[in-house]
T-cell receptor, first 109, second 117 residues
Framework: GQNIDQPTEMTATEGAIVQINCTYQTSGFNGLFWYQQHAGEAPTFLSY????GLEEKGRFSSFLSRSKGYSYLLLKELQMKDSASYLCAVRGYGQNFVFGPGTRLSVLP | DTAVSQTPKYLVTQMGNDKSIKCEQNLGHDTMYWYKQDSKKFLKIMFS???????INETVPNRFSPKSPDKAHLNLHINSLELGDSAVYFCASSHGKSDPSGTDTQYFGPGTRLTVL
């Protein structure tokens, strides 16, 4: 079966660091994606991991451990505009993508 | 120069009607997708086409029929609409297996909010 878990909601303060976790159990693995989705808008691509380790992209970093079926998205120097849902997605066999339920992040002043 | 576009943006209709949603991408991608995002914000893949050929067909009622006239277009036709079909439908596209970076990032359209009354 396919299962992806993320916390439903998180709250953090402007300027802080927040880590959003994602655990997955999928029938195949060809990469893990993180997407950002603001309310009423389309998801937009943030990061991609296919090998174990950390990928850094400015204020955003993503980590993957394939043996543990675990990833996290790290957001530094939080800004108000980072308030959004963050979706973890795994690409299985072929072009089959499975998305997690998303984590709604609220950034407070 | 919108990358992935969908029409209409909003669709309000009565139960039992038939409706279509259109999607076009100008990114030169080989693969296109349809997703459904329900009220709990769960994004679920419905269909995937690669170069006009169906490659993924998840457990979706056969009232939903995708059509790809060419690799830049993937339309979704829904027959006999039901209340439970109310959701936001997103179209997306990606390079597919031909992505030189290997990432195969998906680019999403703005979504179509379907409300069935």
């Amino acid at each position: 079966g396919q299962n992806i878990d993320q916390p439903t909601e998180m709250t953090a303060t402007e300027g802080a660091i927040v880590q959003i976790n994602c655990t997955y159990q999928t029938s195949g693995f060809n990469g893990l994606f993180w997407y950002q989705q603001h309310a009423g808008e389309a998801p937009t691509f943030l990061s991609y991991n296919v090998l174990d380790g950390l990928e850094e992209k400015g204020r955003f970093s993503s980590f993957l451990s394939r043996s543990k079926g675990y990833s996290y998205l790290l957001l530094k120097e939080l800004q108000m505009k980072d308030s959004a849902s963050y979706l973890c997605a795994v690409r299985g066999y072929g072009q089959n993508f499975v998305f997690g339920p998303g984590t709604r992040l609220s950034v407070l002043p | 120069d919108t990358a992935v576009s969908q029409t209409p943006k909003y669709l309000v209709t009565q139960m039992g009607n038939d409706k279509s949603i259109k999607c076009e991408q100008n990114l030169g991608h080989d693969t296109m997708y349809w997703y459904k995002q329900d009220s709990k914000k769960f994004l679920k893949i419905m269909f995937s086409y690669n170069n006009k050929e169906l490659i993924i067909n998840e457990t979706v009622p056969n009232r939903f029929s995708p059509k790809s006239p060419d690799k830049a277009h993937l339309n979704l036709h829904i027959n006999s609409l039901e209340l439970g079909d109310s959701a936001v439908y997103f179209c997306a596209s990606s390079h597919g297996k031909s992505d030189p970076s290997g990432t195969d990032t998906q680019y999403f359209g703005p979504g179509t909010r379907l409300t069935v009354l």
